[in-house]
């Protein structure tokens, strides 16, 4: 009941910084557009690259600006530098919550309204951008989504605990969100990439945070491979899990509280 | 100007000695603006791996750009970009009071009081892989291309700043919008590919955002000989024109500022 | 010939008011309803040169937006305003030479830099010649005690060495004009004193006219001869502090210890007790019978010290506003 008290107020929270939000959401969308723009002058009279038509890489672009609003958690900053590097944790240790739920259901309001901006501007761009059909979502694409909005804010939240040992995170967490993007299928989708780079990026876990859901919902995953992607998901979340725990457990020996 | 010249210098010395009193900052920000830096150049790599030109831009071509891209934002973030991500931050906490009261040009004081020597690594960055370029496509270029080129990315340096420092001024009204700086960060990004590419969203993109697209296009088409008169008097009379409108908002803003309560 | 001239100033500013609660939360998505706060309403007055003023009055009356108005930093809503022959708002850098406004906690110099580095680019920002700002920097320096720290970087100095720097690099220009928002504040008691003796000084020294306004009544009693109290943006007093504290206190303070106890009731026929312990008593008695009751007191009890005292300005200032409603 209490979290759900907490989901309420970080929600007021969003909605008085909703110019804030209408503006992170603009962000999601100048590399995507512009990434559309790119390859219908690329692909030219063929407009087919490796089994993907224009209107595929149209969609699936603007499926990765709906994703990336809702799915991909930026807590790095407030848990590695607001909480840990200034002190700021020294508030939530007094209190009788778990700090990874408590930083969990923070950010649920803030990817919701991101989310909400996010599907208005899909409907909109489809509008003027012409798109693939995107069948219905199953059970297993949901799942999926899940597990990638539970799998990025896990990967953001230990890596950010880093701070307990390192001073200078920024430069760790810039090398994360590059790898993420190339890894992740933003630039382009992972299937089009070199393929010493699909290689890599399929055991990677950020493949399974941006570039699978958005097939999965394109309805280019089989049954299989869907299959597939959740396993690998369940594993890598288990991994982090256990990464979170002990990066924690010896993180909160370490911390200092100084600067508040 | 000599006055603001002597200050500008002194800054720089400050701002030296600065850099030098925490070292542990240095290394993580030159890292991590040094992996964005990669960043583009990996990028573009992928994005023209599987096609040989876009919109008339050869994959050669393109690199020089993102080279180019590169060594013009390095400088434009190494001038001002602290300034600005402190914008927010000057005007919520009081700051701006300290500097309106200096028998200074305020304009003057929140866009270069701090220097960001981090992005050097750009700089350098983007010169190598320029030349790298250039040495292995047999790119010709001219002396007289070069020197146009120098010449013309100084007014895109004008146009990029008056377009961050009139959003940033927007910041007066709405202190909390400090992100809006980060958008234009994200429109940076736009600086990195043809302004060709505009064409395929129909003349009401390609009206709107045209003068961005030409800040970096038009030196670049000099260098590698495809100049254009029109473009280039374009970016000159924008820049300028631009700059004049920056400085009128900035006038204008500080009007209403209302100055934080004590 | 007035060196500051404030004629009907006005100062209005419009804040948004929220419901509380989620539902008001989306009712503000929709609709936001804004108010108008009058911070400075109609107000005038004059300083001479050479003058030390307090401007006194609770939160938010209106001192801090009345100090911005005079040194430009904010434009006025109505009114005239008048600083050395400048208007403030036209912020020109003749009249920015003349003035410092130096606002309690607020930082400018360097985080990671000696003080000296900030002095020399105000030095630069505001052209003082050389044999001058060595000059100054002498004379600040041995005032406020702070020649050993100048080296050292500001991080590393405790907040009474840095407040002292931040004040340094404020009058590196000598200003003619200085605007003190709560100077005293968040410091230590002999930092409060060692400020207070330091702005007596410049004041003398340089003979600056300074306007000052504090929390701390101290401050004031101390430093200024005159007043001008703001409540609500509107001045409420604006004249010599002695007769404000005649006026509105009619009790002397009388303070005296004893050997052999005096029994309260006994001391109330004098006037109020206002704090009574075994050797000790705290009367507030009538200001025209003072000479009377102290010399009665004196000659019937067995007195070792005594002292008659004016009330706290607190409590004037107090008794002041309490009247004013």
């Known amino acids: 009941m209490r979290f759900v008290h907490i989901l309420l107020l970080h929600f007021e929270d969003a909605l008085q910084e909703r110019m804030r939000a209408l503006i992170w959401f603009l962000m999601s969308l100048v590399n995507p557009l512009l990434l559309i723009l790119f390859w219908n002058g690329a692909l030219g009279k063929s407009g087919m690259m490796n089994g993907w038509t224009r209107t595929d890489i149209n969609t699936y672009y603007l499926l990765l600006i709906v994703t990336s609003s809702i799915l991909i958690s930026h807590v ?3 848990i590695g530098t607001m909480d840990i590097r200034e002190g700021g944790l020294v508030r939530y240790l007094t209190r009788p919550f778990s700090y990874f739920w408590l930083c969990f259901f923070e950010e649920i309001p803030y990817r919701l309204l991101q989310g909400i901006f996010a ?56 090398t994360l969100e590059v790898v993420r993007l190339v890894l992740g299928g933003t630039i382009l989708p992972i299937i089009l990439l070199p393929n010493w ?26 049954s299989e491979t869907q299959l597939w992607v959740l396993c690998m998901q369940g594993i890598w979340i288990i991994l982090f899990i256990c990464l979170y725990k002990i990066l924690w457990f010896f993180g909160l020996k370490k911390f200092s509280g100084v600067g508040q | 100007m000599k006055r603001y010249l002597r200050i500008y210098k002194l800054l720089l010395s400050i701002n030296l000695s600065d850099l030098m009193a925490y070292r542990a900052g240095f290394f993580g920000s030159f890292f991590g603006t040094t992996i964005w830096g990669v960043f583009h150049f990996i990028s573009i790599f992928i994005l023209t791996s599987r096609v040989n030109s876009v919109y008339g831009w050869s994959r050669s071509e393109l690199f020089i750009l993102t080279a180019t891209f590169s060594i013009m934002w390095g400088t434009f ?20 009071d300290g500097l309106l009261l200096k028998p200074l040009d305020s304009q003057f004081l929140m866009s270069v009081l701090k220097v960001n020597y981090v992005d050097v690594g750009r700089i350098v960055m983007g010169s190598v892989f320029m030349i790298y370029v250039i040495h292995t496509y047999h790119i010709t270029i001219t002396l007289w291309s070069i020197m146009l ?48 590419l505009m064409g395929g969203f129909g003349e009401f993109t390609v009206f709107f955002l ?53 | 010939m007035s060196l500051i001239s404030v004629k009907n100033l006005t100062k209005s500013f419009s804040s948004y008011k929220k419901q509380p609660g989620l539902s008001g939360s ?84 360097w985080w990671d830099l000696p003080p000296m580095e900030s002095f020399l680019l105000n030095k630069e920002i505001y052209e003082v010649e050389d044999t001058k700002f060595k000059k100054i920097i002498d004379e600040l320096t041995e005032l406020l005690d702070i020649k050993d720290v100048l080296n050292i970087q500001v991080r590393k100095l405790s907040l009474g060495q840095r407040m002292k720097c931040e004040l340094v690099g404020q009058l590196i220009h000598s200003p003619e004009i200085l605007f003190l928002d709560e100077p005293t504040i968040g410091l230590d008691v002999v930092m409060q004193e060692n400020l207070r003796e330091f702005i007596k000084e410049y004041n003398t020294k340089f003979e600056a006219t300074i306007l000052l306004t504090s929390h701390y009544m101290e401050d004031v009693k101390k430093l200024c001869k005159r007043v001008i109290i703001i409540d609500h943006g509107k001045i409420m007093y604006d004249g010599e502090l002695a007769p404000l504290v ?19 009731d006994e001391l109330s026929k004098y006037g109020t007790v206002k704090e009574y312990s075994a050797g000790r008593a705290v009367i507030a008695i009538s200001r025209e019978d003072t000479n009377h009751v102290t010399a009665k007191i004196l000659d019937t009890y067995d007195i070792d010290e005594f002292t008659v005292e004016e009330p706290s300005i607190e409590d004037v200032v107090r008794k002041f506003f309490s009247s004013s409603y």
Not at chain 1, 148 to 161: D, E, G, K, P
Not at chain 1, 212 to 219: A, K, M, R, Y
Not at chain 3, 28 to 38: D, H, M, P
Request: net charge positive.
């Open chain 1, 76 to 78: 790095e900053d407030k």
């Open chain 1, 119 to 174: 599907v208005i501007g899909f409907i909109i761009l489809t509008s003027l951008i012409p798109i693939t059909h995107i069948p219905p979502v199953t059970i297993w694409t949901l799942l999926i989504l899940i597990g990638a909005l539970l799998l990025s804010f896990l990967m953001q939240a230990s890596v950010a605990l880093i701070a307990f040992w390192i001073v200078e995170v920024g430069g760790i967490f810039d």
């Open chain 1, 197 to 222: 780079i699909i290689n890599i990026a399929y055991i990677s876990p950020f493949a399974y945070t941006a570039y699978f859901p958005i097939t999965s919902i394109q309805g280019k995953l089989s």
């Open chain 2, 77 to 96: 973030r190494m001038i001002f970009i602290k300034n600005f991500s402190q914008f927010s931050h000057t005007i919520l906490q009081g700051k701006l």
């Open chain 2, 149 to 196: 080129f120098s010449f013309l990315i100084i007014f895109s340096m004008f146009s990029a700043y008056a377009l961050w420092f009139s959003v940033s001024t927007i910041i007066i009204w709405f202190p909390r919008l400090s992100n809006l700086i980060e958008l234009l960060y994200t429109f940076a990004g736009i600086l990195r590919y043809p302004s060709d």
């Open chain 2, 210 to 262: 045209a003068p961005i697209l030409f800040i970096l296009t038009t030196p670049v088409k000099t260098l590698i000989g495809r100049m254009s008169i029109p473009d280039i008097a374009w970016l000159i009379i924008f820049s300028l024109l631009f700059l004049l409108f920056s400085r009128l908002f900035w006038k204008h803003a500080l009007k209403s500022y209302t100055s934080v309560s004590s």
């Open chain 3, 26 to 109: 989306i009712k503000s998505l929709f609709k936001r309803e804004y108010q108008k706060t009058l911070a400075v309403n109609d107000i005038s007055f004059e300083i001479k040169k050479g003058e030390l003023v307090g401007f006194i009055g609770p939160n938010g009356a209106g001192k801090t937006t009345t100090l911005k108005c005079l040194s430009g930093l904010i434009y006025p809503t109505s009114g005239s305003v008048h600083v050395a022959d400048f208007k403030p708002f036209d912020r020109k850098n003749e009249f920015l030479k003349k003035i410092s406004l130096v606002m309690g906690q607020k930082n400018q110099l």
């Open chain 3, 246 to 264: 005649r006026k509105y206190s009619k009790n002397k303070i009388l303070t005296i210890t004893v050997n052999k106890e005096i029994p309260k």
